[in-house]
């Protein structure tokens, strides 16, 4: 009996076919016989069936009263899963998945088709519950290149696992515990992939976005992570990740691996991370990335930002960002025991490789004292621009053989084109090792020691380095490379301002020009040196001029110069009331010219010869030497030869010139070649 569509005056009708048709009413196909329209003008009559079609699938139309008194109710104990992928199965032309309020136990993974929208009521309104029975995952979405859009947003997932690095159980070479690879959301082959306004916790992976063209993460807060908080993976296009908070995860809170794509990171906050906050590793094809992380706060995590290219190319800029590692509460000063630490020991314990020996479980709170040491606040390896970022407290020392110990900054495997502007560094290392064409300037620098180094001998710039515009106070700046330090301010340094290593590469272009050095301390924690040159195999020229100098309790300037292919020029600076002005042991082909000495109390210029090499072709020219000492020689073995002393001003005091402990005339001080011309008495 087809269904009665108009009743007839004067027509009899039953009640088996009343009936009849109320029966097909009720069914499914009554949707299809009810039709529906506005009540406005220009509204088209349309069945039932097609508004509902046209709305949103609404999960709670394929459970069950108990399932959705169950969901209501907020308990979780009926599972949901099949009704919930009828519902997903519902939108083969793409539409919204409805989640209404509620929690929702999800014992299986829900699979999305093409085009999806899944819509939460909010992020503390709907809640997708997976027990750990559940070791796959939540949602979803494979679209293998074809799919256009899929959309999580607007809710909550919970996996209820947890991380966990107190385990030490070992199968195989593989720590159980990080054998949970269990995602909350993935994302792969999919065009426009888009995830915001979720909150993901207790899982193996918060989010998993791969083989996308274009992903774009915002407002997703990720926490509790065995692996990572946020894993993208060869997506192309773009990648933006705005506005994303992550904390607690086993490995590293934001991970872009081999993604051939430009990546945006901004209004982040990531914490305690066993690995890295940020990771950008990688790329693959051609296609270079272009790393942007601007604007956030990383604190407590091992390596803070990585930058790593292998043989691909990344150029990145790091803006605005805050690097803390909060110290224990044991910890004293400056420096001590941090709370997290980072170490390769740690990276794949899911596979046994990148390991060696056995992992200490629980993870010790001292970098440093396990695994890899090369910790830092960023590590980078990439051409990359740092600006305006805060860095506190990421050094357990500020030593200048720390090396890469625990850095603020840490530049390794050839890189180039690097600056760091505009920063500031608070008990920080900064440690560049092995590239060249790289600037520090308009930083700073507290308590944190700056060590430029040269390990590449496919660097042929020289120099390789700027330091310019920076103030330095507490610790100063280590150098095994050519280095240009120009305009500085220098203040209480303990110990040694700025020291030339033993080795390196250094080879004759280095200028230290226009900076000061101040410390009126004095006292045992004051600085010693301002500017200490070892003797070293490498020949050198070096420069340093227009520099003021003052409160040294060893030296102004030392230098150690026994290689004959080392020159090194002294001019126009002023040193004051140090110890020492300018200590010169041997002096080989070295000019001091030009110079200010005055009110130091031992010399104004110390020649200290315990070699069995003398000084030879030492030019001291055109100085003021106003102290009282003006030129004191010390034990030497060999005499100076070929020395001139030419055009100074001094003291007429009795003690202007000294050998060892007794007066001496200038003529006598010197034999061998010394030329004594043109010297005033004047002060």
């Given at each position: 009996?087809?269904?009665?569509?108009?009743?007839?005056?004067?027509?009899?009708?039953?009640?088996?076919?009343?009936?009849?048709?109320?029966?097909?009413?009720?069914?499914?196909?009554?949707?299809?016989?009810?039709?529906?329209?506005?009540?406005?003008?220009?509204?088209?009559?349309a069945?039932?069936q097609?508004?509902?079609?046209?709305?949103?699938v609404n999960?709670?139309?394929?459970?069950?009263?108990?399932?959705?008194?169950?969901?209501?109710?907020?308990?979780?104990?009926?599972?949901?899963?099949?009704?919930?992928?009828?519902?997903?199965?519902?939108?083969?032309?793409?539409?919204?998945?409805?989640?209404?309020?509620?929690?929702?136990?999800?014992?299986?993974?829900?699979?999305?088709?093409?085009?999806?929208?899944?819509?939460?009521?909010?992020?503390?309104?709907?809640?997708?519950?997976?027990?750990?029975?559940?070791?796959?995952?939540?949602?979803?979405?494979?679209?293998?290149?074809?799919?256009?859009?899929?959309?999580?947003?607007?809710?909550?997932?919970?996996?209820?696992?947890?991380?966990?690095?107190?385990?030490?159980?070992?199968?195989?070479?593989?720590?159980?515990?990080?054998?949970?690879?269990?995602?909350?959301?993935?994302?792969?082959?999919?065009?426009?992939?888009?995830?915001?306004?979720?909150?993901?916790?207790?899982?193996?992976?918060?989010?998993?976005?791969?083989?996308?063209?274009?992903?774009i993460?915002?407002?997703?807060?990720?926490t509790?992570?065995?692996?990572?908080?946020?894993?993208?993976?060869?997506?192309?296009?773009?990648?933006?990740?705005?506005g994303?908070?992550?904390?607690?995860?086993?490995?590293?809170?934001?991970?872009?691996?081999?993604?051939?794509?430009?990546?945006?990171?901004?209004?982040?906050?990531?914490?305690?991370?066993?690995?890295?906050?940020?990771?950008?590793?990688?790329?693959?094809?051609?296609?270079?990335?272009?790393?942007?992380?601007?604007?956030?706060?990383?604190?407590?995590?091992?390596?803070?930002?990585?930058?790593?290219?292998?043989?691909?190319?990344?150029?990145?800029?790091?803006?605005?960002?805050?690097?803390?590692?909060?110290?224990?509460?044991?910890?004293?000063g400056?420096?001590?025991?941090?709370?997290?630490?980072?170490?390769?020991?740690?990276?794949?314990?899911?596979?046994?490789?990148?390991?060696?020996?056995?992992?200490?479980?629980?993870?010790?709170?001292?970098?440093?004292?396990w695994?890899n040491?090369?910790?830092?606040?960023?590590?980078?390896?990439?051409?990359?621009?740092?600006?305006?970022?805060?860095?506190?407290?990421?050094?357990?020392?500020?030593?200048?053989?720390?090396?890469?110990?625990a850095?603020?900054?840490?530049?390794?495997?050839?890189?180039?084109?690097?600056?760091?502007?505009?920063?500031?560094?608070?008990?920080?290392?900064?440690?560049?090792?092995?590239?060249?064409?790289?600037?520090?300037?308009?930083?700073?620098?507290?308590?944190?020691?700056?060590?430029?180094?040269?390990?590449?001998?496919?660097?042929?710039?020289?120099?390789?380095?700027?330091?310019?515009?920076?103030?330095?106070?507490?610790?100063?700046?280590?150098?095994?490379?050519?280095?240009?330090?120009?305009?500085?301010?220098?203040?209480?340094?303990?110990?040694?301002?700025?020291?030339?290593?033993?080795?390196?590469?250094?080879?004759?272009?280095?200028?230290?020009?226009?900076n000061?050095?101040?410390?009126?301390?004095?006292g045992?924690?004051?600085?010693?040196?301002?500017?200490?040159?070892?003797?070293?195999?490498?020949?050198?020229?070096?420069?340093?001029?227009?520099?003021?100098?003052?409160?040294?309790?060893?030296?102004?300037?030392?230098?150690?110069?026994?290689?004959?292919?080392?020159?090194?020029?002294?001019?126009?600076?002023?040193?004051?009331?140090?110890?020492?002005?300018?200590?010169?042991?041997?002096?080989?082909d070295?000019?001091?010219?030009?110079?200010?000495?005055?009110g130091?109390?031992?010399?104004?210029?110390?020649?200290?010869?315990?070699?069995?090499?003398?000084?030879?072709?030492?030019?001291?020219?055109?100085?003021?030497?106003?102290?009282?000492?003006?030129v004191?020689?010390?034990?030497?073995?060999?005499?100076?030869?070929?020395?001139?002393?030419?055009?100074?001003?001094?003291?007429?005091?009795?003690?202007?010139?000294?050998?060892?402990?007794?007066?001496?005339?200038?003529?006598?001080?010197?034999?061998?070649?010394?030329?004594?011309?043109?010297?005033?008495?004047?002060?």
């Open positions: 009996m087809s269904f009665i569509t108009r009743l007839v005056k004067g027509t009899a009708l039953t009640w088996a076919e009343l009936d009849a048709n109320f029966t097909q009413l009720a069914s499914s196909a009554g949707a299809s016989i009810v039709k529906w329209t506005y009540a406005f003008a220009g509204s088209v009559s069945t039932v097609n508004w509902i079609s046209w709305q949103d999960v709670f139309g394929f459970m069950s009263i108990a399932q959705i008194a169950d969901v209501q109710t907020r308990t979780a104990t009926v599972d949901c899963t099949s009704a919930v992928q009828n519902a997903a199965n519902a939108l083969t032309n793409g539409g919204v998945l409805k989640f209404p309020a509620g929690k929702f136990l999800l014992n299986g993974v829900v699979n999305i088709l093409d085009k999806t929208v899944v819509q939460g009521s909010g992020i503390g309104a709907t809640l997708l519950q997976a027990p750990l029975t559940n070791t796959t995952g939540v949602l979803n979405c494979v679209g293998g290149g074809t799919f256009i859009g899929c959309t999580v947003r607007d809710l909550s997932i919970d996996m209820s696992h947890g991380r966990d690095i107190t385990s030490t159980v070992v199968t195989s070479g593989v720590f159980v515990q990080w054998n949970y690879s269990a995602y909350c959301v993935n994302i792969n082959g999919v065009v426009d992939a888009l995830l915001e306004n979720v909150r993901l916790s207790n899982a193996g992976y918060g989010a998993t976005l791969t083989g996308n063209t274009n992903a993460v915002r407002n997703v807060h990720s509790n992570m065995q692996w990572d908080g946020l894993y993208t993976q060869d997506n192309t296009g773009l990648v933006l990740v705005d994303i908070s992550i904390s607690t995860v086993g490995r590293n809170g934001f991970i872009s691996w081999r993604d051939g794509a430009h990546i945006t990171v901004s209004n982040f906050d990531i914490s305690d991370c066993l690995c890295e906050g940020i990771e950008v590793e990688q790329n693959i094809g051609s296609d270079l990335k272009h790393p942007t992380i601007s604007k956030g706060r990383i604190s407590n995590c091992g390596t803070f930002v990585q930058l790593e290219s292998y043989a691909l190319g990344i150029q990145g800029s790091i803006d605005s960002v805050r690097l803390d590692t909060v110290r224990l509460a044991s910890s004293s400056a420096f001590g025991a941090k709370s997290i630490g980072y170490a390769d020991t740690y990276y794949n314990l899911n596979t046994g490789a990148g390991w060696t020996g056995t992992p200490t479980f629980p993870v010790p709170n001292t970098p440093g004292t695994g040491t090369s910790a830092s606040g960023i590590k980078c390896e990439v051409p990359a621009m740092v600006t305006n970022c805060f860095f506190n407290s990421l050094s357990t020392t500020a030593l200048m053989s720390a090396g890469e110990y850095c603020g900054f840490y530049e390794q495997t050839a890189s180039t084109n690097i600056q760091i502007k505009d920063c500031q560094f608070v008990s920080s290392n900064i440690v560049v090792t092995n590239g060249e064409n790289r600037i520090i300037s308009d930083n700073i620098v507290t308590n944190s020691i700056i060590a430029i180094g040269q390990t590449g001998a496919q660097f042929t710039n020289n120099p390789s380095t700027i330091v310019q515009g920076n103030i330095i106070t507490g610790s100063g700046i280590n150098i095994t490379d050519d280095v240009i330090i120009i305009g500085n301010a220098f203040r209480n340094i303990n110990g040694i301002a700025i020291q030339f290593g033993l080795t390196g590469s250094n080879d004759g272009k280095t200028k230290i020009s226009y000061t050095f101040i410390d009126s301390r004095g045992s924690a004051a600085m010693t040196t301002a500017i200490s040159i070892p003797d070293a195999t490498a020949s050198m020229s070096h420069t340093i001029e227009g520099n003021y100098l003052y409160g040294a309790t060893t030296s102004g300037i030392n230098i150690s110069d026994q290689n004959n292919d080392t020159e090194i020029v002294i001019r126009n600076n002023t040193i004051d009331t140090c110890v020492v002005g300018l200590l010169i042991q041997v002096g080989l070295d000019i001091v010219k030009g110079n200010i000495f005055k130091n109390s031992t010399a104004d210029i110390e020649l200290y010869g315990n070699y069995t090499t003398a000084a030879n072709n030492l030019r001291i020219i055109e100085n003021q030497l106003q102290s009282a000492t003006a004191w020689a010390t034990i030497y073995t060999a005499l100076p030869t070929n020395t001139k002393f030419v055009g100074n001003e001094y003291t007429s005091g009795a003690n202007a010139f000294l050998a060892g402990a007794t007066p001496v005339a200038v003529a006598t001080m010197f034999t061998g070649g010394l030329t004594v011309v043109q010297n005033n008495w004047t002060f």
